[in-house]
């Protein structure tokens, strides 16, 4: 295997290992803010432990998440040196904010929310917690921008000339609001809210199950329920704002997406098929007629471009975008399912009764997991063969001076490390939900026992 399909593959295994740990984090820090919130306006301790419980799995995510992210930022430099002084006046804007506005915000206060519950005020705590979950939406804002940047190229222009040519900045706003930035940052942010709701789906229909901590898992499994329905929702019109954004800038991608060999008007959507690679075709295809028109383009018989129109060697890998976009979309249908169920039997008071749905919730972390493996699978493997589209192959993008041995000895180690990290990770993760949320009574528990406590030695002492 040549250097350039290892050096892809390796960033590739890194960044989908990355990605599982941020969209938790996002996710979770949404609905922190959510209990933590409503404790404050109901004054139920139970909403307390829920927000603590959940805080500490945030603190387990946030762990592992910057400990492997670090890795990308020297592969840049290792494997695609290139590309990084290619986008480097761009990308060092967008990460220098990232850094400043989100990484310090986020891990700044998270000291605040971890260990302040008993030494600063209820609202002072809620601020701390709110910006924490701001740091991590900070955080997807600068990355989104800088990967959009990559799909739409705006506000720049071009110095230099062969090796030595460079993107720099001509229009730090036009760059940042580029074409794709701003519908693929609803796209992801929405994705990290349905990792997080059914994270706390699956704990809470395990508790269910068990019959263990009832009243926390009543009340956590509503507001995972509520956040995940309504996130679907919103995930529907954001995917196809999406896909308006890739038909107009991208159209070997949407081709590719939709197995469209040939150009058409009236093109039809392409539910389920069997991509034949060999004659350029959809076996046994089923398909809404002229529907993938006017979803890209608000007219029934608007001419859809097909790969026809693409020289052969800028094709993107149909046969797999194809199948991997189909994953994504049936993962979402099934937690659209599952959320409506959910919420249905909730308010019937017959979800506990229906003992096999609460074992798919279980399960049903998993879900949005594959739906955001599956949906940067399909925009990074779309934009094939492009690392920055339309100015930058990515065979231009390699370091010149890597080998091939050096990058498989590397993934080797990352392998290993990473695997080892998994199941720390899983053995952590599993300890703190055997564990469960604190008992009712206990200094944790109790809503700010700690700071009350000083409240009254400092009176004491006063008299003294």
Known sequence: MDVLMLARIQFALTIMFHYIYPVLSIGLGLIMVIMEGTYLKTKNPVYLRMAQFWTKVFALTFAIGVATGIVMEFEFGTNWATYSRYVGDVFGSALAAEGVLSFFLESGFLAVVLFGWNRVSPKFHFFATTMVCLGAHFSAIWIVVANAWMQTPAGYHIVGEGLSARAEITDFWGMVFNPSSVVRLQHVILGCWLAGAFLVISVSAFYLLKNRHREFAKKSMIIGLWVAFLTSILQAFSGHSSGKVVAQYQPAKLAALEALYQTESGAPLTLFGVVNAKEQKLDYAIQIPKLLSYLSFGDFNAEVKGLDQV????????????????????????????????????????????????????????????????????????????????????????????????????????????????????YLLNEKIKHGPEEEGSDQSTPYHGLHHLVEEGAHDSDL
């Open 311 to 426: 020289p052969k060697e800028d094709w993107p890998h149909v046969t797999a975008l194809f199948n991997v976009y189909r994953l994504m979309l049936g993962m979402w249908a099934i937690m659209l399912f599952l959320a409506v169920a959910g919420l249905y039997l909730w308010y019937r008071k017959r979800l506990e009764v229906h003992r096999w749905l609460l074992w798919i919730m279980t399960f049903s972390a998993i879900f949005p997991q594959l739906a955001n493996q599956a949906g940067w699978y399909s925009a990074e493997v779309g934009r094939y063969p492009w690392i920055v589209y339309g100015l930058l192959r990515i065979s231009e993008g390699l370091s010149k001076s890597v080998t091939a041995n050096h990058v498989f000895g590397s993934i080797l180690m990352f392998m290993v490390v990473y695997t080892l990290l998994f199941i720390l990770f899983i």
